[in-house]
């Protein structure tokens, strides 16, 4: 075949991610805006509160990341063999096979879309009340919420460095403002330094598994390092160093926070909660600080929502590139606009799914703020922990066959000792799941978020069998992320 013929189909789209885009710093901030420290704060925080009554959180806070420092060490020696956008799914359809991969997907893309529509239900139920008294105006949540997806949308489909600023000064700003507000707490009439929230054996005792997985929501985005390996500046070295100071800084932010809350509470953290909601962090420190912090922290808790659309926004429209551009789902979402490198077809179907979203739920008349801001990030999290499980074995199974290159430490040891500490966590927040969405045992969310996930997990099982039997070039790509979508190129040329 001629050159000519080669390249006798021009296009506008390519199936590569723009090179070269991000550094450490760019990629702590996306980590760590996924992560959206100012909303785990002062929204999850207070509502897991009010819902669960538990408060040993700061411990939960800190045991998480410990956990998750040691999964990290096998995760990112996995990072130096694999760049693949699709993370999770490329690294257990590499070190367990291709079936347990595109299960692994779907349940990424359910994990990660709840949490994206969660942060559309908390910025327009939180922004509603506050736009009534600092504007004077009604506005019911949907329409600001739909302002905010309109925003993400367009953000979507630009240069993931533009996005990247745009986080990064969001970002500082939230960050400079726990800080701020938490060392107010510390100076406010009623508190107490309270040993509650860093009690050791909470961590073992009923409810356990709800503080576990309030914990995970809170660190969700740290494995964001590894999904932006693709477009990061020297990988090997950018996502191992993003990874861990992500980490260590949201333990440190989390733990130190949520403990000095509590204690400017004066012992009745929990009532306060359920009675002021997300407002109690406010509140607090406004004591100190007056009511021109809380004016700054509240419009700084909407950007905080903001960033963490954003930020999901990007990792789901890569997690839909990575499957498109291998045939895992339709080739269209497989395609980057050239000059920008984004994912622009996986963005336009993740906004589609947020309108409808919005939509529906404003037309059921459902809460956004319970069903769908705390119900959604919890369903996320529960997702997340799963796969965090799973890619924790599959690391052990890759370096199994792939032996070479790193050391028994990276390869065996901290695999082994984070999957057991995992699969604990995952038993827990499963056997506590009704303490976890506050809800009577039996109800709907206790059933119906295992089950979806079971069910999406079997499903994309029996598509990768499927493509194994009936496109066996695609099923054979599967993980290989653009070493596999090359190949199929130049196949498909040649025919």
């Not at 260590?248 to 359920?274: C, K, N, P, T």
């Not at 045939?327 to 497989?334: E, H, I, M």
């Not at 959604?376 to 890759?398: C, E």
Request: hydrophobic share 55%; net charge neutral.
């Amino acid at each position: 075949m001629s050159a000519t013929t080669t390249s006798a189909r021009p296009s506008q789209l390519s199936t590569a991610l723009a090179r070269d885009r991000l550094g450490v710093a760019a990629v702590v901030f996306f980590v760590m805006s996924a992560a959206a420290p100012l909303t785990v704060v002062a929204g999850v925080v207070p509502t897991g509160l009010a819902v669960t009554g538990l408060t040993a959180i700061s411990i939960a806070f800190l045991a998480v990341a410990v956990v998750l420092a040691v999964f990290a060490v096998g995760y990112v020696a996995m990072a130096r063999h694999i760049a693949n956008a699709g993370a999770f799914y490329a690294y257990i359809a590499q070190g367990l096979g291709r079936p347990l991969g595109v299960g692994a997907a779907w349940v990424a893309l359910l994990a990660y879309n709840s949490f994206q529509l969660a942060s559309y239900g908390g910025f327009g139920a939180i922004a509603s009340p506050l736009f009534a008294e600092w504007f004077g105006v009604d506005v019911q949540w949907w329409v600001i919420a739909l302002a905010a997806w309109a925003l993400v949308a367009v953000l979507g489909v630009r240069d993931v460095a533009v996005n990247g600023r745009v986080l990064a000064t969001l970002l500082v700003a939230e960050i400079v403002l726990v800080v701020v507000f938490s060392f107010a707490d510390l100076f406010t009439p009623d508190f107490v330094a309270s040993a509650a929230p860093m009690d050791v054996g909470s961590l073992a005792g009923a409810g356990a598994g709800a503080l576990l997985v309030m914990a995970v929501t809170g660190f969700v985005g740290f494995e964001q390092s590894v999904v932006f390996s693709e477009e990061s500046r020297d990988p090997r070295r950018t996502v191992p160093r993003a990874t861990y100071i992500a980490v260590a800084l949201i333990a440190v932010l989390y733990a130190f926070s949520a403990w000095a809350m509590i204690s400017a509470a004066g012992g009745r953290a929990v009532e306060r909660s359920a009675a002021e909601g997300p407002e109690l962090f406010f509140n607090l420190a406004s004591v100190q600080l007056g009511t021109s912090a809380l004016h700054l922290g509240h419009a700084l808790f909407l950007t905080s929502l903001i960033a963490a659309m954003i930020s999901f926004h990007n990792i789901i429209a890569r997690y839909t590139f990575s499957l498109g551009r291998e045939g895992v789902l339709p080739r269209a979402f497989g395609r980057t606009v050239p000059g920008t490198g984004a994912p622009k077809n996986g963005s336009l179907a993740q906004s589609a799914l947020g309108l409808v979203a919005i939509l529906l739920y404003a037309i059921m008349g459902w809460d956004p703020l319970v069903q769908l801001f705390f119900w959604g990030g919890t369903t996320g999290g529960i997702g997340v922990l799963l796969l965090i499980t799973i890619t924790s074995v599959a690391v052990i199974g890759y370096f199994t066959r792939h032996p070479s290159g790193e050391d028994g430490w990276h390869r065996v040891g901290a695999p082994a000792i984070g999957t057991v500490l995992l699969l604990v966590m995952s038993y827990l927040a499963v056997t506590n799941i009704e303490t976890l969405f506050g809800v009577a045992p039996g109800s709907s969310p206790t059933w119906v978020v295992p089950l979806a996930y079971g069910i999406l997990m079997c499903a994309g099982v029996l598509w990768a069998l499927i493509l194994r039997r009936a496109r066996p070039r695609v099923y054979d790509g599967i993980g290989l992320g653009a070493r596999g979508a090359s190949t199929f190129s130049f196949t498909e040329a040649v025919k």
